[in-house]
C-alpha cells in the first residue's frame, strides 16, 4: 500500500500497562508527526520527526509519553503506565521534506481504550 | 482566543444543497491551507490544498482564501449522503507544526 499504516488499529488495555503504538509513513516521507485526537475533539500534536534531526517533543502531555524514530523509516510512539484519560486515536502523518508547504497524509489510526 | 476557531456543528443539510464550511484563524504567519474530511473511524484524508488568496476548485469542491481577513471557506455543491463526515481546517506558516481547527460535522440527508 501506498499511504500511512498504524498498527494495531485497535488497543484495549488495563491502566497501569505499557503500550506500543506503531506507524510506517510513506516511502520517502522525510517528515513524521503524531497526535492524539480525544471524541469530538481536534488533533492534538504530540510529537515531530524531521529526518536524522532531533525530535520536536513539545507536545508530548508528560514524561509517560515517548516515541522513537530510526531514519526515515517506522515511528513508535509508547505510552507507560497508562491512565484512563490516555483513550483516545493515536494518529501518525507524513510528509514529503522540503519545507512547510508540503501537506501532511494520515493513517487511519490507533484506538487506545484503557480500562 | 485560539489560533484557528471553527464551528464543530453539526450542520445538518438536504442532498443536493451547497455547504459552507469555515475557518477564522489569528496568526499572520499562515500561508498555506488545507481542508481534510475524516470519516467515522478513519484518519483524516487531504481534500484540497491552497497557499494563495482566492479560489481553488476541483470537482465539486471550491476552497476560497481571504488572507485580508484571515477567513478560509470550503464550498461543497450538490452535496451527497456520502459526503458526511468532519471537515477539518489546517494552516502552516512559520512551523513545521500545522495548526488545526476542531472541525465541523456535515450531515447531508437523503
Known amino acids: 500500500g501506498a499511504g500511512v499504516s498504524q498498527s494495531p488499529s485497535n488497543k484495549v488495555t488495563e491502566k497501569g500497562k505499557d503500550v506500543e503504538l506503531r506507524c510506517d509513513p510513506i516511502s520517502g516521507h522525510t517528515a513524521l508527526y503524531w497526535y492524539r485526537q480525544r471524541l469530538g475533539q481536534g488533533l492534538e500534536f504530540l510529537i515531530y520527526f524531521q529526518g536524522n534531526s532531533a525530535p520536536d517533543k513539545s507536545g508530548l502531555p508528560s514524561d509517560r509519553f515517548s516515541a522513537e524514530r530510526t531514519g526515515e523509516s517506522v515511528s513508535t510512539l509508547t505510552i507507560q503506565r497508562t491512565q484512563q484519560e490516555d483513550s483516545a486515536v493515536y494518529l501518525c502523518?507524513?510528509?514529503?521534506?522540503?519545507?512547510?508547504?508540503?501537506?501532511?497524509?494520515f493513517g487511519d489510526g490507533t484506538r487506545l481504550s484503557i480500562l | 482566543q485560539k489560533e484557528v476557531e471553527q464551528d464543530p456543528g453539526p450542520l445538518s443539510v438536504p442532498e443536493g444543497a451547497i455547504v459552507s464550511l469555515n475557518c477564522t484563524y489569528s496568526n499572520s504567519a499562515f500561508q498555506y491551507f488545507m481542508w481534510y474530511r475524516q470519516y467515522s473511524r478513519k484518519g483524516p484524508e487531504l481534500l484540497m490544498y491552497?497557499?494563495?488568496?482566492g479560489n481553488k476548485e476541483d470537482g465539486r469542491f471550491t476552497a476560497q482564501v481571504d488572507k485580508s481577513s484571515k477567513y478560509i471557506s470550503l464550498f461543497i455543491r450538490d452535496s451527497q449522503p456520502s459526503d458526511s463526515a468532519t471537515y477539518l481546517c489546517?494552516?502552516?506558516?512559520?512551523?513545521?507544526?500545522?495548526?488545526f481547527g476542531r472541525g465541523t460535522s456535515l450531515i447531508v440527508h437523503p
Open positions: 502523518a507524513s510528509r514529503v521534506s522540503g519545507g512547510q508547504d508540503q501537506p501532511q497524509h
Open positions: 489546517a494552516m502552516s506558516g512559520g512551523s513545521y507544526i500545522p495548526t
Open positions: 491552497t497557499y494563495s488568496s
